[in-house]
Each structure stands twice: as C-alpha cells, then as structure tokens.
C-alpha cells in the first residue's frame, strides 16, 4: 500500500473532529468558573464540518479553517477547548501533501503563519518574544508544512511506480503481440507458399482453357498477397535477430527445453500426453513458448538441483501444461519475457494462464483449447 492508498483510507478520520469538538469544548466548561461563549461553539463547530467535508478542496478547506482559527486564537479559551483552532494545523499537513500546486501550498501557509504570528503578537495574557514567536511559527506552521511536504514526495514517487508499472505492463503485452504475429505471418507465409506451389503444379497440368485462367488469376493474385506478407514480415522483424519458424515437432521442442533444464543442473521429471494434431498452429507455439518460458525462469530463480515437474495433459476440449518447482522467489512481473508475457501470449491463442505459489513450490499452469475445439 502506497502513501496515496494510506490517505485514502483514512477518510473516516476527517469525521472524528466532529465528534471530538464537542466533548473538548464540553470538557472545558467549569459551572460557575468558565463557559464557552455560543461564538466559540459555533465557530468550532463549522471548523470540524468544513474539516470533514473538504477533502476534495484542500486549499480551500486550509485558508477557512486558517481564518476560524484566527478568530478562535482571539477569543478567551479554557482547558482543552484551546486546542481546537489548531484544527488548522492538520489542514495545512493536508494541503502541502495533496495541494494542486506550489503556490496554493504557499498561500495556505501564509494564511495560516498570519493567523499564528497576529496571535503571538497580541495575546492579551503575554506577548512573545522573538524567540517564542519562532518556536510557534515552527511548531505550528514549519512542521506540519514539512510532513505534508514529505507526504507529498512519497504520493509523486508512487504515482511514478504506478506509471511504470503500467507502461512495463504495456510493453509486456505489445511484445507478446507483435512476438506472436510475426509467427503468424510466417505460418501464413509458409502455407501461401504452399497454396501458389500446388496452383502452379495444376495449371501445367489443366488442358481446359477456362480452368486455367481462373488457375492463372489464383496464382498471381497469391503470389502478390504472398509478396505482402514477405514486405510485412521484414518491416516487423526489422529490429529482430532470426526468424521465428512453424513449430513442426511440438514434442521434440517440448523435451529439448527439458533437458536443457536439466543439463543445468536440475532434477526434471516430464510427462507429456499430447497428440501431434491436438493444438493448431498457434496453439502449438504457446505451448512451446510458454513452457520454454517457464523453465527458463525455474533456471534463473531456483536452487540447481532442485526438483522440477512437467506434466502435459490432454483433453478433449483443451491440453493443460504445469511445470513445478521448489521455487521460492516469485518471479518478477513486469519483463516481456516473464509472467506478464506469458499470460499475454495465453490470451491470444484462446488460453489462460495462472502461476503462483503451490505445494510449497511455485506453479505456472497453462490451458489451451484444442484445434477441434476451436471449429
């Protein structure tokens, strides 16, 4: 929880001064000795109502209860019935935290300095030295300006970490997409390729004109689209190094991920039930992408040696993925390559995607609907 989330809640403390005013100023009334004059209750009164309702408005809610307060500093007060002016105090915390800028935080302190220094210069029952009077400023106005100072820079530098949070978040999930169609584009390419090959095959072989022409027109408007598609593709991939390829044995790339984690020094256990037709294109290439993934962060956040678990069921509605581990750190969110990629690359291909602690371990578990599934 950032300081913004603690101001927050904490609203219900705005309403206290309406049910702690009246007991000071009842607490402060001696039969026979001293009473609270009806201007003081009123005006001490609108003080705590304008305190509780102003959240919205912390300027405005600073200079009224500066003015109050100056009048209550003026009038004669008894016991703990003085210490309501400085209800004004709290405003000012509250302004220099959440003011909207540097010169409403600078006019709600002068407000309120004024009120404190005509006050110290006036007081009927002593007037304040040099000294004294800046003892009161800093009590009254220098420290409470300071913590609402402080406040403030802690709001700012949690909205920063929201923003990045934010935009890492963003950035995940734009990776995963442009990741993914760029695997899609080339398996688009890859059967266009296919489709204009077997086109140009049947034209040599159709004797009947007509068929031929309708032959010529599929080969040279599929071979223009296929043209895009290699245009496309090198625009997407100019900022990459490789060129992502149709997954042709989903279970060779799923056991070579395996012993990659094993040769590095971790106890792999894998069971993979998967039938080579069960996932489409794009299926198949999350379920590598985000088991490689998985694995690739067992390795970089786990003990070596210890125990992994893969296991690959199949449906037949959906294939559902699990690796395991004794992992005791939570990977971290936030790279395009971690959870948040992965949950990404799920979403699009139709999936879902769920990680966290388990079994005194961590877990990320994987479902994908199956091709006929998706028919």
């Known amino acids: ?7 927050r809640r904490m609203r219900w403390v705005r309403w206290v001064p309406l049910v702690v005013t009246p007991v000071l100023l009842l607490a402060s009334t001696y039969p026979g000795r001293f009473h609270v004059s009806p201007l003081y209750w009123v005006l001490s009164l609108l003080a705590a109502a304008i305190f509780a309702v102003g959240e919205r408005r912390p300027l405005a809610t600073s ?23 400085y209800l004004a105090v709290i405003a000012l915390l509250d302004l220099a935290a959440r003011g909207r800028d540097g010169r409403s935080i600078a006019l709600g302190t002068a407000v309120w300095a004024a009120a404190v220094v005509l006050h110290a210069v006036t007081d009927p029952y002593g007037r304040s030295g040099a000294a004294q009077l800046a003892v009161q400023v800093l009590a009254y106005v220098g420290l409470p300006l300071a913590a609402g100072l402080y406040l403030r820079s802690r709001i700012q530098l949690a909205h920063q970490d929201r923003l990045r949070i934010a935009a890492e978040l963003t950035g995940a999930q734009q990776t995963e997409r442009a990741a993914l169609a760029r695997e899609l584009h080339d398996l688009v390419a890859h059967h266009m390729a ?19 022409a309708v032959l010529d027109d599929v080969h040279a408007t599929a071979s223009e689209a296929l043209g895009n598609i290699r245009s496309l593709l090198t625009a997407i991939r100019a900022d990459q190094v490789g060129s992502p ?36 294109a794009i299926g198949s290439l ?15 956040h786990a003990a070596p040696g210890s ?3 893969l296991r690959i069921a199949q449906t037949p509605t959906e294939v559902i993925a699990q690796v395991h581990s004794d992992l005791s750190g939570t990977p971290q969110r936030g790279s395009g390559h971690g959870l948040d990629g992965m949950s990404e690359r799920a ?15 961590w877990s990320v578990r994987l479902v994908v609907p199956t091709q006929e599934a998706r028919r």
């Not at 003026?74 to 019935?81: F, I």
């Not at 489709?195 to 072989?205: E, F, K, L, P, W």
């Not at 992408?289 to 067992?298: D, F, I, M, S």
């Open 245 to 280: 390829t149709e997954i042709a044995d989903v279970r060779g790339e799923l056991l070579s991920a395996v012993e990659r984690t094993r040769a590095a020094g971790f106890a792999v256990t894998d069971s993979i039930e998967l039938d080579d037709d069960a996932l489409d």
């Open 1 to 7: 929880m950032d300081a913004m989330d603690g101001i």
């Open 307 to 309: 125990a992994v678990e």
């Open 286 to 300: 999350t379920l590598v992408r985000v088991t490689q993934e998985a694995l690739t962060n067992v390795m970089k």
């Open 347 to 361: 979403r699009l291909a139709g999936g879902v995607l769920d990680a966290g602690p388990q079994d005194g371990g």
């Open 194 to 212: 296919a489709i204009i090959m077997r086109v140009g095959v049947a034209r040599t072989r159709t004797p009947d004109g007509e068929s031929k």
């Open 63 to 85: 200079l009224a209860l500066s003015v109050i307060g100056g009048v209550l500093l003026a009038q004669e007060a008894w016991g703990m019935s003085g210490l309501v002016p």
